[in-house]
């Protein structure tokens, strides 16, 4: 495998025998990588056929020695739990509403990314949005619900690629919305385009649909989200 770091010293303490919990978050952290443009699909497909042959922490350890250890950052990763974690809001940001959705500039947003290489994300429930978010699917299909989330920005821009693979994104009935993506054969949805309430915030969805489809819809708000 031309794309994969060399192996560490077979004398270092690591043979102990890895877990399905150790493959499946070191998988992650690769996909992760992917989405931040790390790693090429290439090199991410290489490692992860070696990831889920691997016996032993030596095995593992190799696979993400090139990549920073905050890697996971972004994708709201937390150790090896998996659990994902709101960001503290920074101190003396003030969160206002536009058109009833809080905006709060200069909060930390609670993911950056979404990535699906033969797997799945799910981005849902009460979160705060960046200005720019990335989703990939590459065999793989991932769910990102805007119903009860929080704005760190008036316009929003999704940028969502789905190769051989399913991206869905509901956004609530009364934002504002521009889907502009292409489908090579395959689907990108835009019937969700149109105006919403004034003073709403403005949804942007580019992206691709190659051999896939990326599916977005209007549905009403769950709840209001306060400040």
Avoid: C
Wanted: hydrophobic fraction near 40%; proline fraction near 7%.
């Amino acid at each position: 495998m031309t794309n994969l770091p060399e192996k560490p010293d077979p004398a270092r303490p690591l043979e102990m025998r890895a877990s399905d919990a150790d493959r499946d978050r070191v998988a992650q952290i690769l996909r992760d990588a992917a989405g931040e443009g790390r790693l090429t699909l290439e090199e991410v497909g290489e490692r992860l056929d070696a990831v889920y042959r691997a016996k032993t922490y030596a095995e593992l350890e190799p696979l993400t020695r090139d990549l920073p250890d905050d890697a996971t950052g972004a994708s709201g990763m937390s150790g090896v739990s998996g659990v994902s974690v709101p960001a503290a809001r920074p101190g003396g940001t003030r969160a206002g509403t536009h058109g009833g959705f809080v905006v709060a500039p200069g909060e930390t947003p609670t993911w950056t990314n979404g990535v699906a290489i033969m797997s799945g994300f799910d981005r849902k429930g009460v979160w705060t949005v960046p200005e720019e978010f990335t989703a990939v699917a590459f065999w793989g299909g991932g769910d990102i619900d805007l119903r009860e989330a929080r704005f760190t920005s008036t316009t929003v821009r999704i940028n969502a690629v789905a190769i051989m693979g399913g991206i869905d994104i509901i956004v609530p009935d009364d934002v504002n919305v521009r889907v502009t993506g292409v489908g090579i054969m395959g689907g990108f949805d835009h019937r969700a385009t149109g105006p919403g309430v004034p003073g709403a915030p403005e949804i942007i969805i580019s992206g691709l649909a190659l051999w896939g489809g990326v599916d977005v819809k209007r549905r009403p708000r769950r709840r209001a989200v306060r400040d």
